[in-house]
């Protein structure tokens, strides 16, 4: 069974940056894509990016490509999520979740039908 505990989450103004860890335990971290995916209020959960667990290729929604990354540390298990140029429409509750792939070279699907999830970790962007 895996476990992923997020942390780094908070307030943080406009234009701040936080970022946000997700630690994997039970489970070597290879064998898994991993994504974020957020909730915001009154909206549905969305992937906003993932990274593959065999070559680490990374992909990112539009509405956060080029202001959020995506990094990996199999040796750690450790998943980063860094988010900067945050706006007020970046709230959200966010989640790392896992998805089970082997060893097999796969994209990653930041909608996937993912099996381990976190708890969430609460980010509001405001002034």
């Known amino acids: 069974q895996l476990r992923l505990v997020e942390s780094g989450g908070g307030l943080v103004q406009p234009g701040g940056s936080l970022r946000l860890s997700c630690a994997a335990s039970g489970f070597p971290l290879d064998y898994f894509h991993i994504g974020w995916v957020r909730q915001a209020p009154g909206k549905e959960r969305e992937g906003i990016s993932c990274i593959s667990g065999s070559d680490g290729s990374t992909y990112f929604q539009d509405s956060v490509k080029g202001r959020f990354a995506i990094s990996r540390d199999n040796a750690k298990k450790t998943v980063y999520l860094y988010m900067n140029s945050l706006k007020p429409e970046d709230t959200a509750v966010y989640y790392c979740?896992?998805?089970?792939?082997?060893?097999?070279?796969?994209?990653?699907?930041?909608?996937?039908?993912?099996?381990?999830w976190g708890q969430g970790l609460q980010v509001t962007v405001s002034s």
């Open positions: 979740a896992a998805d089970f792939v082997g060893l097999q070279e796969s994209a990653c699907n930041m909608n996937a039908a993912y099996q381990y």
